[in-house]
């Protein structure tokens, strides 16, 4: 199971670019995705991998308060191998996202090969697994891809990819993506992992980025990807649970606390019936709004 501290928004920038680490650093967004696959040039890519321990190290990166992404390049290509070990040689803790994820064997792939190699490097911190889903093979294959690892921790929507695959664009109206959300999410919810709705393909905080944004959030993801710092805020705020929402979830955990010291199963408040499934809701609630009550 994922970390009940999901991040509510991930920010991406490229590994070629520590400047632009460091100033993704300082927006505390929750979650940082390094990219060393699309945003690195071929020509780039030997010496964004090369340097990457030095650029997290020294980043500002804070692991207590920011979550770690590093998106590796697809499986069958000739660079994957080579990022899963400089991810592993590095020090921070961190996950990897996997592109282009077509099949559970492209998981099971990554998972032997980090076997290996943290086996080898005497790597203490195992590095979880995020899968995203780009093409209408993954999207089919999703069931099998979210219950292909242990250390699979996340499923992501990868917008672009799919809209190419599906043979549409990626930036039509978001309600055309409602099957592909769904999909996703379904998947992520049986196998026990945090969905991550993929970014929007443009830099600004329009009409559109704000109605994909609260599409997500109501749809039940954990939070979104967006590619420019400016966007944060926006997303940080729609995964953020408003005041009377975590005071309700409050409530609801301390009546069914109360109830089951009376050896009770459910109770009823407000007139509604309160039992675990509905605790199931609030503890969520109340992990986005990083509260503690348990």
Known sequence: MYSDAI?????????SRPALLAKAVSTEVDGIIVDLEDAVAPTEKAAARAGLA??????????????????????RSRWCHLDVGACVSAATPMDIMVPKVESAGDIAFIDRLLDGIELESGRVEPIGV?????????????????????RLRALVIGY?????????????????????????????????LAAIDGP???????????ARVERAAELGFDGKWVIHPRQVASATAAFTPAPEAVASARAVLKALRDSH????????????MIDEAVAVSARRTLARAR????
């Open 130 to 150: 995020q899968a995203l889903i780009e093409s209408a093979t993954g999207l089919a294959n999703i069931r099998e891809i979210a219950t292909a690892s242990p």
């Open 7 to 15: 991040p509510r928004c991930w920010l991406s920038v490229p590994a």
């Open 261 to 272: 010291e009376r050896g009770l199963g459910a109770v009823t408040v407000d007139g509604a």
């Open 160 to 192: 672009a990819d799919l809209g190419a695959s599906l043979g549409r664009s990626a930036r039509i109206s978001h309600d055309r993506w409602l099957y592909a959300q769904e999909t996703v999410l379904v998947a992520a919810r049986t196998a026990g």
């Open 291 to 294: 509260d503690a009550t348990v």
């Open 54 to 75: 030095t650029t997290l190290a020294e980043s500002g990166l804070k692991a207590d308060t920011t979550r770690l992404t590093v998106r590796i390049n697809a499986p």
């Open 200 to 210: 929007y393909l443009g830099v600004e905080v329009d009409t559109e980025f704000r």
